[in-house]
């Protein structure tokens, strides 16, 4: 069965440096997540991507994000700069486009910030 | 879209149905009710939807009460896998449909041996 998969599974990385998290959407679907969630707390949605550019935004997701899909394939998001409450984990998900919109989550990367 | 309302816990034998119930008494005419669940820290899992009809897959069964504004999820012989936090979600559908989904707290299924 098709699955979306996120690497790195988890990553500890130094307040202020820059992080990357990868997704592999399932192919030939059209909407893309990302939703984070901190230790002990609610799944909250960061950002959605349609044919190329954001659609939609949380708060959370101020300058120091960026999402891309630079190949067709793969789904990123950036943290430029990381603070310690930016650890939490990082759920990729994708959508084919239907009418009823069902989410395919990915397992997560877990970001640990020191 | 609508407010949903879960009990925040609850918890069954194995082997024996689980009916999880939510209130959604302001959902609107176009809205869906879905299901996801999230196993430990998992990423979270598509059920169910449905839209005022009964709906039945090879997960569970969805049963919306003919107002609409509650519904049932049935686990029909829960395992101790099916220990999890359920969610249930409205949204609309449509061009509504692949917006962001909101998650709320949920409920804690805990399935007992």
């Known amino acids: 069965e098709p699955e979306v998969t996120q690497t790195p599974s988890h990553q500890v990385t130094q307040m202020g440096q820059e992080v990357i998290l990868r997704c592999v959407p399932i192919?030939?679907?059209?909407?893309f997540y990302w939703y984070r969630q901190i230790l002990g707390q609610k799944v909250e949605f960061l950002v959605s991507f349609y044919n190329n550019e954001i659609s939609e935004k949380s708060e959370i997701f101020d300058d120091q994000f960026s999402v891309e899909r630079p190949d067709g394939s793969n789904f990123t998001l950036k943290i430029r700069s990381t603070k310690l409450e930016d650890s939490a984990m990082y759920f990729c998900a994708s959508n084919p486009g239907l009418f009823t919109g069902e989410l395919f989550f990915g397992e997560g990367s877990r970001l640990t910030v020191l | 879209d609508a407010k949903t309302t879960q009990p925040p816990s609850m918890d069954c034998a194995e082997g024996r149905a689980a009916n999880l119930p939510c209130n959604h008494s302001t959902i609107s005419g176009n809205e869906y009710v879905y299901w996801y669940r999230q196993i430990h820290s998992q990423g979270p899992q598509y059920i169910i939807h449905?839209?005022?009809n009964n709906e039945t897959n090879e997960m569970a069964s969805l049963i919306i009460t003919e107002d609409r504004k509650s519904s049932t999820l049935i686990l029909p012989h829960a395992t101790l896998r099916d220990t999890a936090v359920y969610y249930c979600i409205v949204r609309v559908a449509g061009s509504g449909a692949n917006s962001k989904l909101t998650f709320g707290k949920g409920i804690t299924l805990s399935v007992r041996p």
């Open positions: 449905g839209l005022k």
């Open positions: 192919s030939n679907h059209l909407y």
